[in-house]
């Protein structure tokens, strides 16, 4: 294996001040998997100080960790003291101890030389995630959201969990609840768009993780739905959906949680078939709390949940005008995704699989967009400023009126034009 010429370079200069270095983790990893690293990490014997000492252009990323970045010909390399060096003690084989799991546990000098003391390697080719020394409960402890990382890593490389990381995990999940939240996104996200999602996702639960993160979605767990066009219980099907969708961050959010308002909404006719009415719009609710807590930010949390919220539409037989009410309340971006979890919530129900309102739905839309018929406000044949020189004042009720506007243009694209809306803006304007 050929290290990049600027990790070379920093473990060259590290070297020539009697200091050990070498590119470790991931980066390592990769390449014995024969994938190209994202980026290069770099252990040392050398304190944080002394590093920024040698190095022109650093930043004290986490100084209190022993971590500094360095930037060598523009590349950012994360430097790292040895884990448990204190007072000049502890090594490159005591840093190696000390990491997550097996597979992240071997170092590379600038010769090519493979450092693997604890086996990362052969379970590299056994495909199994493992703590060295097998002291996964350790390692948790030091940091709890590592529970989370072994099953990303897991599902991201088709690998299965050693039975000492399972059985440390279900000893350990309530540590999870110590991790910020972001850091827990983060794996989230990863788990979300990796190749095996629905595994993620069901891993989680056996490992009661899950009921941590996302305790909303536990109802759905096991729900039976009465209903003969399901096959699945409410979580088996949002997973199967999840499964389904490709791999984009929003599209899976929405996949996972589109049924969750499935179990509050749930009632049962005298017939015993289960129904859902309106789960859909306590989906939405469900959805804005999980990802607000999730703290992810405003537009994914609205584009998200407006899948939820717009995921029955398929079935409605809506009138052109709904049509282009749908188009504008969802958002252009929004509609592959739309169509995407659609379908996949056709695939994920019970057999046959039947597409034609949701082609026709699609075909409809298509027509629409193709004869660009005015979509959202900024369509409209007027504006705020247009608005206000007819004595309308900037504020809520202008935002109202423009709101009202856009309603009557949806149901009749022909009033589009400046003297028709100002006509009915000052209408609206008056009060009632």
Request: charged letters at 25%; hydrophobic letters at 40%.
């Amino acid at each position: 294996m050929i290290l990049p010429p600027y990790v070379i370079k920093i473990i060259d200069i590290l070297s020539s001040h009697s200091r050990e270095a070498f590119a470790v983790g991931g980066c390592v990893r990769d390449l014995l998997m024969e994938k190209p690293p994202t980026d290069y990490d770099v252990a040392t014997s050398a304190l944080p100080q002394e590093i920024m000492a040698l190095f022109p252009k650093t930043v004290p990323t986490g100084v209190k960790h022993g971590t500094v970045t360095v930037f060598m010909d523009g590349v950012p390399v994360e430097i790292s003291t040895f884990k448990g060096r204190d007072n000049g003690q502890g090594g490159l084989h005591e840093d190696l101890q000390r990491r997550d799991f097996t597979i992240n546990a071997i170092a590379i000098d600038a010769k090519g030389v493979i450092h693997d003391p604890f086996g990362g390697r052969e379970d590299l080719e056994k495909k199994i995630i493992r703590s060295p020394l097998n002291q996964s409960r350790e390692r948790f402890a030091e940091d709890p959201l590592r529970m989370i990382r072994a099953i990303r890593l897991a599902v991201s490389f088709g690998f299965t969990l050693h039975p000492t990381v399972t059985e440390s995990i279900l000893d350990s999940h309530e540590l999870i609840r110590q991790v910020s939240i972001e850091r827990i996104r983060e794996e989230l996200n990863k788990i979300l768009v990796s190749d095996s999602p629905a595994l993620g996702i069901k891993l989680l639960l056996d490992h009661n993780l899950l009921a941590h993160i996302i305790p909303e979605a536990m109802p759905m767990v096991g729900f039976d739905q009465h209903n003969k066009n399901h096959d699945k219980d409410v979580f088996q099907h949002a997973l199967a959906v999840l499964d389904a969708v490709p791999p984009r961050l929003n599209v899976r959010w929405a996949a996972f949680l589109h049924d969750i308002g499935k179990p509050a909404t749930f009632t049962r006719g005298e017939d015993g078939v289960g129904h859902f009415y309106g789960h859909h719009m306590k989906g939405q609710e469900i959805t804005r709390c999980i990802l607000e807590r999730l703290r992810y930010d405003h537009k994914t949390i609205e584009d998200i949940t407006i899948l939820v919220g717009a995921h029955m539409t398929r079935f409605a037989r809506f009138r052109n005008a709904n049509l282009k009410k749908l188009v504008s309340q969802v958002g252009e971006h929004n509609l592959q995704d739309l169509y995407d979890l659609q379908k996949a919530d056709i695939l994920g129900s019970a057999p046959p699989f039947d597409f034609t309102s949701l082609n026709e739905m699609q075909a409809e839309i298509e027509q629409i967009l193709h004869e660009k018929h005015p979509l959202k406000i900024g369509d409209l044949a007027v504006n705020g400023h247009d608005l206000m020189e007819i004595g309308i004042e900037p504020g809520p009720d202008m935002g109202k009126i423009l709101h009202a506007l856009l309603e009557i243009v949806l149901e009749d694209p022909q009033k589009n034009n400046a003297p028709t809306l100002l006509s009915l803006a000052k209408e609206l304007a008056k009060p009632s």
